[in-house]
């Protein structure tokens, strides 16, 4: 008989529905999307699973996905069956039987230098998308605070203004927003609640946000590649180079652990010890 048990979940189906409860929106569709594979592919219970099975999901993976995918894979399967046995509805942890591929870091391919950031910027056709990607590169904004920004959540300074952003993992921080940034906000038109609107009127969707980066990318000649993401990995990078500490960045990009932040001391390829030698 099972003890310390603190779910009422009698299928796996209802496991993931507890697991995925506290995730945001995108984990949520990723880890889903991922669980849907991984149980076509075992085809039994998640009680049943033995290491071979997961040895032989993870060699189908190496053959098909690359190196970074199959790592994502993994990692939200491990994390189910761990969840599964810390609430007391699996008796065994066999995904921490396996271990996750090392992945190249490739963090340093998504910095901007700061002349194509403003080249971003500049190839913006209407204040709207300027004060997006402004905000994205300025004020280090995930593209979902973005999204779910509104009107409430700015309020004025006296230097700037300060946003509520309610970010990853359901917390709360305040950003400042820099005085240019400011007043171009605040000539944004009130339509609605939410700060960044549609043509349609209502706020801006991801995707939408996604193409307006990807359009000013291209128009800016600048990397294909470049996403709202990299808006963001941008002002970490630029922020530390200008001299801001690493506490005040985790502080203000959101992050739950000082290592997530520390990333971004390693990824400068444009400093390095061979500076300080002679030869």
């Not at 529905?17 to 149980?39: A, E, H, M, N, P």
């Not at 921080?173 to 820099?178: I, K, N, T, Y």
Request: with cysteine; proline share 3%; aromatic share 8%.
């Amino acid at each position: 008989m099972k003890t310390n048990v603190l779910t009422r979940a009698t299928t796996d189906r209802d496991l993931v529905y507890v697991w995925l409860g506290d995730k945001s929106r995108t984990t949520q569709v990723s880890y889903r999307s991922i669980v849907t594979g991984f149980f076509a592919f075992i085809n039994k219970p998640l009680a049943e699973v033995q290491l071979e099975d997961l040895q032989l999901w993870q060699r189908r993976l190496e053959l098909t996905s690359r190196p970074a995918t199959v790592a994502n894979k993994i990692r939200a399967i491990k994390s189910l069956f761990s969840y599964g046995v810390k609430i007391g509805y699996l008796e065994t942890n066999i995904g921490s039987y396996i271990k996750c591929p090392r992945v190249k870091e490739k963090l340093a391919e998504r910095i901007l230098s700061e002349a194509d950031c403003l080249k971003l910027i500049e190839a913006a056709r209407n204040e709207r998308d300027r004060a997006l990607l402004c905000l994205m590169y300025a004020c280090g904004l995930r593209v979902s605070e973005v999204c779910s920004l509104t009107w409430d959540d700015l309020q004025p300074s006296e230097d700037g203004g300060k946003c509520n952003v309610f970010g990853k993992g359901s917390k709360t921080r305040v950003v400042l927003v820099p005085v240019a940034l400011w007043e171009l906000l605040m000539r944004l038109p009130k339509i609605i609640d939410a700060v960044f609107v549609s043509r349609t009127g209502r706020a801006l969707e991801r995707t939408m946000v996604y193409r307006i980066v990807k359009q000013c990318a291209q128009r800016a000649g600048i990397s294909e590649k470049a996403s709202c993401h990299w808006l963001r990995h941008s002002h970490a990078s630029h922020a530390i180079e200008g001299g801001c500490n690493l506490r005040l960045l985790q502080q203000s990009l959101g992050h739950s652990k000082l290592e997530t932040t520390e990333r971004y001391l390693h990824i400068n390829p444009d400093s390095g010890s061979s500076q300080f030698i002679k030869i």
